[in-house]
């Protein structure tokens, strides 16, 4: 786990603390939020992860389909899609150290099927888990894996278009969540110093904490809901 995202979430845990409850004693009683903070983060850079893999394996496919229909052998064409890989995403890549490691066990007589869907399950991305769910079947079975690769290519190619035209569309709809996410907090902060005797009443006593929780309560389930809803999944 980063460090910064530890200490980034102890920051958010003290500024609401000390905007809401006016006492760095409320931090150890919101604790929890740091561990659904944390989680939250990892989440996140999985998705993205999971997105730059995806886009990746379309690139490694459509290496694979043009060595797959100038001749070379599944196998072979895996191999010479390395190659490619390595000048566009360098060796320090998921997708690069996947294939090499495909390619690897290949070498060990291992079959390529097998190799692929190992892949494909650490991966954890949908569509390397089809494509190699259909190629075993394929190979197994006999059937045109030069026109499975090649039309898997561009299901993929397709979807990352749709995607990425999705975000571009809601792009705008983010950042004003984002802002209206630190409204409430800019509206203490200016009532706190413009108003300090208005704001007074909610501090120190049962039931300014209870009005207090009540709003953060609220402000947490918009802020969640308002994530969700420009959350879209393709």
Known sequence: ??????????????????????????????????????????????ERRKKELGSQFKDALLAVSFSVNVGYSVENAFREALSELLLLYGEQSEIVQS???????????????????????????????????????????????????????????????????IQTIIS????????????????IIYLRVTSAQFM????GNLLGIAVMTGCLGFYAAADYLAKRIVHIDV
């Open 99 to 165: 294939f090499k490691n495909i390619v690897r066990k290949v070498e060990h007589n291992e079959n390529i099927e097998d190799a692929l869907m190992e892949f494909a399950q650490k991966s954890r991305v949908d569509d390397v888990i089809y494509f190699a769910e259909v190629f075993r079947y394929a190979k197994r079975s006999g059937g045109d894996l030069s026109a499975i690769i090649k039309n898997t290519s561009i299901m993929i190619r397709e979807k990352i278009e749709v995607s990425n035209e």
């Open 1 to 46: 786990m980063p460090l910064h995202w530890i200490i980034l979430g102890i920051f958010r845990l003290a500024i609401v603390s000390y905007l809401f409850y006016d006492s760095w004693l409320a931090v150890p009683v919101l604790s929890p939020y740091l561990f659904w903070y944390l989680r939250e983060k990892q989440q996140e850079k999985e």
């Open 172 to 187: 705008g709809k983010k950042m004003e969540q984002k802002i209206m996410g630190f409204m409430p907090f800019g509206i």
């Open 200 to 203: 007074e009443p909610l501090y």
